[in-house]
């Protein structure tokens, strides 16, 4: 069976489809028996890779950003619901890194070389990584609820900013804005009620390209890292967004770091969510993630 490459054409705002033939002409070289498929829409990478697990075309390569390695991910993870495998690790899959900020690619230590990314899908040299999941959506890099979706969405009005200047104009805008929500935040016996301005969770340590949320997170310990802060003041959010820039947020008293298998939120006024840099419920009340441990087997460098 050939393997499955998925490509976004827009990600990196259409950096992807320019870089196309460069990333065939890598995988013939490779030696890479393949079929390539674009996508045409938001979503169309879970069809497509949900489609062509459930017909044992693997591995399920994705070619894009973090948005497209989850929506492969989401659609490998449907495939195996349908099909009703046992919860082994499922794949593989590879990765491309074409996108904006690739964080999960540089968690796992993948090269943006397309040469040396084509060679490590042909060795094809696997690790066993965890994966988020909320409220049914899978997502293996972050996902947030409250003031980060906001930014999400901000960012995607951004079409004229390239490159992660785009997230920190978008954060910039975010924080000016400043929503709040009141509600509940549980995990293991703890409980938080109060007043907050976001909660992050993280299976990897980076999200947006430079902004270091859950710095401590691991892809591969079985567990969620995530934080929360209550509602603060412009100023304060604008004096602690450089330090989200290196993960020394966690340390200042606002900001509460935690650890768990299970975490569930509960607002009074709806929240966004995002899942890997992707809005899918935009009006929440009630959030549950959950970590799937050791359920995704990736393609990654032997030094890996």
Same mark, same amino acid.
């Given at each position: 069976?050939?393997?499955?490459?998925?490509?976004?054409?827009?990600?990196?705002?259409?950096? !992807?489809?320019?870089?196309?033939?460069?990333? @065939? *002409? /890598?995988?013939?070289?490779?030696?890479? $028996?393949?079929?390539?498929?674009?996508?045409? *829409?938001?979503?169309?990478?879970? *069809?497509?890779?949900?489609?062509? *697990?459930?017909?044992?075309?693997?591995?399920?390569?994705?070619?894009? #950003?973090? #948005?497209?390695?989850?929506?492969?991910?989401? #659609?490998?993870?449907?495939?195996?619901?349908?099909?009703?495998?046992?919860?082994?690790?499922?794949?593989?899959?590879?990765?491309?890194?074409?996108?904006?900020?690739?964080?999960?690619?540089?968690?796992?230590?993948?090269?943006?070389?397309?040469? @040396?990314?084509?060679?490590?899908?042909?060795?094809? &040299?696997?690790?066993?990584?965890?994966?988020?999941?909320?409220? #049914?959506?899978?997502?293996?890099?972050?996902?947030?609820?409250?003031?980060?979706?906001?930014?999400?969405?901000?960012?995607?009005?951004?079409?004229?900013?390239?490159?992660?200047?785009?997230?920190?104009?978008?954060?910039?805008?975010?924080?000016?804005?400043?929503?709040?929500?009141?509600?509940?935040?549980?995990?293991?016996?703890?409980?938080?009620?109060?007043?907050? !301005?976001?909660?992050?969770?993280?299976?990897?340590?980076?999200?947006?390209?430079?902004?270091?949320?859950?710095?401590?997170?691991?892809? !591969? $310990?079985?567990?969620?890292?995530?934080?929360? /802060?209550?509602?603060?003041?412009?100023?304060?959010?604008?004096?602690?967004?450089?330090?989200?820039?290196?993960?020394? &947020?966690?340390?200042?008293?606002?900001?509460? @770091?935690?650890?768990?298998?299970?975490?569930?939120?509960?607002?009074?006024?709806?929240?966004?969510?995002?899942?890997?840099?992707?809005?899918?419920?935009?009006?929440?009340?009630?959030?549950?993630? @959950?970590?799937?441990?050791?359920?995704?087997?990736?393609?990654?460098?032997?030094?890996?």
């Amino acid at each position: 069976m050939p393997a499955t490459v998925i490509l976004n054409p827009y990600a990196n705002r259409w950096l !992807s489809r320019k870089r196309k033939p460069e990333l @065939e *002409a /890598a995988l013939k070289k490779a030696g890479l $028996d393949y079929v390539l498929h674009e996508t045409n *829409a938001p979503e169309h990478g879970i *069809a497509v890779a949900k489609e062509a *697990a459930l017909a044992g075309n693997f591995p399920l390569i994705a070619a894009g #950003g973090d #948005g497209t390695f989850s929506e492969v991910v989401n #659609g490998l993870m449907q495939a195996v619901t349908t099909d009703n495998l046992s919860t082994e690790a499922v794949g593989p899959v590879g990765f491309v890194p074409f996108g904006t900020a690739n964080d999960l690619t540089d968690a796992l230590g993948i090269p943006r070389d397309l040469d @040396e990314v084509a060679q490590m899908l042909v060795e094809g &040299h696997t690790t066993v990584i965890d994966l988020g999941r909320v409220n #049914g959506r899978y997502f293996d890099n972050n996902s947030a609820v409250g003031l980060e979706p906001m930014i999400t969405i901000e960012n995607i009005k951004l079409k004229w900013l390239k490159g992660v200047v785009r997230y920190m104009v978008s954060a910039l805008i975010g924080i000016v804005k400043n929503p709040t929500w009141d509600g509940e935040v549980s995990w293991d016996d703890e409980t938080y009620t109060g007043s907050l !301005s976001l909660v992050s969770v993280g299976n990897t340590n980076r999200t947006g390209g430079v902004f270091y949320m859950t710095p401590n997170a691991s892809v !591969s $310990d079985g567990y969620l890292d995530f934080v929360f /802060a209550p509602a603060m003041r412009h100023r304060r959010l604008v004096q602690m967004l450089p330090k989200t820039q290196t993960g020394e &947020h966690v340390h200042e008293p606002e900001v509460h @770091e935690h650890r768990t298998q299970k975490l569930t939120i509960r607002t009074q006024t709806p929240t966004p969510i995002q899942a890997d840099g992707e809005v899918f419920e935009t009006a929440a009340t009630e959030i549950v993630y @959950e970590v799937v441990p050791g359920i995704l087997r990736v393609i990654v460098p032997k030094q890996s």
